[in-house]
C-alpha cells in the first residue's frame, strides 16, 4: 500500500511560477512510475507528466518546455516544477505511483489556482 501526500498549489498570477512536491509512504521500494495528472472543472483528469525510477519521462505538449518533473528516489518524493503559468493550467492536481506490479495510488490532490 503506498500513500501520497501532495503539497505546493496555491494561487499564482499568469506568468507565475510553482513547485508541487508529492511523497510517497508505504511501500515505496515497490514503485516504479510517478506522475502527476490534473482535472479542471467540467473536464477529464489528464496526464500533466510521468517519471520513471529511472529517470524516463512523459510530458503532455501542452506543458512541455514550461513544466519539469523530477524525483527523488532515495526520498521517494516526486516534483513538479511549473514554469510561465496560464490560466488555463488551473486545475486540481493529483500525485500518482504505479508499482511494478502496475498497482496505481493516488494523493488527495491540491489545489493550482492561476490568475490573469
Known amino acids: 500500500q503506498v500513500q501520497l501526500v501532495e503539497s505546493g498549489g496555491g494561487l499564482v498570477q499568469a506568468g507565475g511560477s510553482l513547485r508541487l512536491s508529492c511523497a510517497a509512504s508505504g511501500s515505496g521500494f515497490s514503485i516504479n512510475a510517478m506522475g502527476w495528472y490534473r482535472q479542471a472543472p467540467g473536464k477529464q483528469r489528464e496526464l500533466v507528466a510521468t517519471i520513471t525510477r529511472s529517470g524516463i519521462t512523459n510530458i503532455a505538449s501542452s506543458v512541455t518546455g514550461r513544466f519539469t518533473i523530477s524525483r527523488d528516489n532515495a526520498k521517494n518524493t516526486v516534483y513538479l516544477q511549473m514554469n510561465s503559468l496560464k490560466p488555463e493550467d488551473a486545475a486540481v492536481y493529483y500525485c500518482?505511483?504505479?508499482?511494478?506490479?502496475?498497482?496505481?495510488?493516488w494523493g488527495q490532490g491540491t489545489q493550482v489556482t492561476v490568475s490573469s
Open positions: 500518482s505511483a504505479t508499482t511494478w506490479s502496475a498497482i496505481t495510488s
